[in-house]
């Protein structure tokens, strides 16, 4: 069948066809069931209007969902002359309800359709992220309660600094993923709005019930201004790949600690070879790729949100097909922080400290600021004391270093973590 916009007298150069269309009907394949659901909340919304009729209505129901279930099994074909899945889905009704699939299009435009597709697919993506943001916030709320009290080296400038705990690493990750699910919400709030109605970008000369439609489709709010919501396109997706972005920098964090923690100079940490890689060439090695995958995964989502913002940046007001090319960033983007999320809390309820070696690790200059302190304690102005203590490092010795953990009692510290503050987040 022609292209919707189409006409006998129009006849586009199959070069020119290919190059515009691009993959973006193989990445419909993942927008489809969304166009779907959207197009039954529309067509609702055209039966109350009744451009359609309530048998009209049931046919274009069965229609879609026809088109829902052949996807599932696979049969349904988005073909590059489709353009889309919104091409395929109103090609399908025609073919399959003549005149009434010509009716499914009346007040809406393949913007409208595009953005609502991408809002709901979003919407559910960010939850699945959620939920693997969650469950890695439990495991480091346990990893907190469960090593609170084993030493581990404190580091500044890449040198070790002051003693802390498995406990007070992991409680940081902790803080900071609870941080990264606040910023996760917010995406999705701004996610939660229907633009669906706003057509082209100038509304219709129908009353729509954009409200309607929203509730058939669960959205929080309707996007009202029409001009606005197809703006949106590429600043709420980089603003979603932003949020991404500060999630897998912890993440980043956590992957490049744990290469070198779980290295035979550090070894801190055990590693299960289960999670490790071979070499072809060197029998012995058993590498971290995943978490070197991991580390280098960081700056694929800094590409992909930069990618969106150029793409989006200094375009005029209305509908430009540049937008188009933010699609395959955000799906990229959005799947690999679910992964990232995924493949780290399956790895670290199963990471061993090596306690015996994170104890040694605890070297007598590391408590330096801990003996200043002492004599702080005394009545000696700090200045003083850290002076003496200076002018003296070789007379340090280890105290016993759980005790003096247990003696760092500023909230927050490794002697006093306040777990009972942290509350674990709902998903969303």
């Known amino acids: 069948m022609t292209k919707i916009w189409q006409s006998k007298s129009t006849k586009l150069h199959p070069l020119v066809e290919k190059y515009t269309v691009g993959n973006d009907y193989e990445l419909d394949k993942r927008l489809l069931p969304y166009d779907v659901q959207a197009s039954k909340a529309h067509a609702q919304a055209l039966a109350k209007l009744k451009i359609i009729s309530k048998t009209e209505l049931a046919k274009l129901t069965r229609g879609l969902n026809e088109i829902l279930k052949l996807h599932q099994?696979?049969?349904?074909?988005?073909?590059?002359a489709d353009e889309d899945c919104h091409t395929a889905i109103e090609n399908y009704l025609i073919k399959k309800l003549g005149p009434l699939g010509k009716k499914i299009h009346t007040g809406r435009s393949r913007n409208d359709q595009v953005l609502v597709a991408t809002r709901l697919y979003t919407r559910k993506k960010l939850k699945q992220i959620s939920q693997e943001l969650v469950k890695l916030e439990k495991v480091f709320l346990n990893m907190a309660?469960?090593?609170q009290n084993l030493p581990l080296p404190g580091y500044t400038h890449t040198r070790r600094a002051m003693p802390s705990s498995v406990g007070h690493w992991s409680?940081?990750?902790?803080?900071e993923l609870i941080d990264d699910h606040k910023l996760l919400e917010s995406a999705y709030n701004l996610n939660d709005q229907n633009p669906l109605g706003a057509a082209a970008g100038y509304g219709v000369n129908f009353r729509l019930d954009r409200k309607m439609?929203?509730?058939?489709?669960?959205?929080?709010?309707?996007?009202?201004n029409s001009l606005y919501a197809v703006n949106s396109r590429g600043k709420t997706e980089s603003y979603i790949l932003a949020v991404s972005t500060q999630i897998m920098m912890t993440l980043g964090r956590l992957a490049n600690e744990m290469i070198w923690f779980t290295t035979p100079e550090f070894n801190f940490f055990h590693l299960p070879w289960e999670f490790t890689t071979g070499s072809s060439i060197?029998?012995?090695?058993?590498?971290?790729?995943?978490?070197?995958?991991?580390?280098?995964?960081?700056?694929?989502?800094?590409?992909?949100?930069?990618?969106?913002?150029?793409?989006?940046?200094?375009?005029?007001s209305g509908y430009n097909r540049d937008t188009q090319l933010t699609k395959e960033p955000l799906i990229k983007g959005l799947g690999i922080t679910r992964r990232s999320l995924?493949?780290?809390?399956?790895?670290?309820?199963?990471?061993?400290?090596n306690a015996k070696v994170l104890i040694k690790s605890l070297t007598t200059?590391?408590?330096?600021?801990?003996?200043?302190?002492?004599?702080?304690?005394?009545?000696?102005?700090?200045?003083?004391?850290?002076q003496q203590v200076k002018e003296n490092l070789d007379k340090l010795t280890v105290p016993d270093p759980v005790k003096a953990i247990k003696e760092v009692?500023?909230?927050?510290?490794?002697?006093?973590l306040g777990l009972e503050n942290y509350k674990i987040d709902k998903p969303l």
């Open 213 to 224: 439609t929203s509730r058939l489709l669960k959205f929080k709010r309707t996007q009202i």
């Open 409 to 416: 009692v500023s909230l927050g510290g490794p002697g006093n």
């Open 73 to 80: 099994a696979g049969k349904f074909v988005i073909k590059l």
């Open 342 to 353: 995924e493949i780290a809390a399956l790895i670290m309820p199963k990471i061993k400290p």
């Open 282 to 316: 060197m029998p012995q090695k058993r590498n971290p790729d995943v978490f070197e995958i991991l580390r280098s995964n960081v700056s694929v989502i800094v590409a992909l949100q930069t990618q969106i913002k150029d793409i989006s940046k200094n375009l005029i």
């Open 171 to 175: 409680a940081a990750y902790l803080e």
């Open 365 to 386: 200059e590391m408590f330096a600021n801990h003996e200043a302190n002492k004599l702080v304690k005394k009545g000696m102005p700090f200045r003083e004391a850290y």
């Open 145 to 147: 309660n469960k090593y």
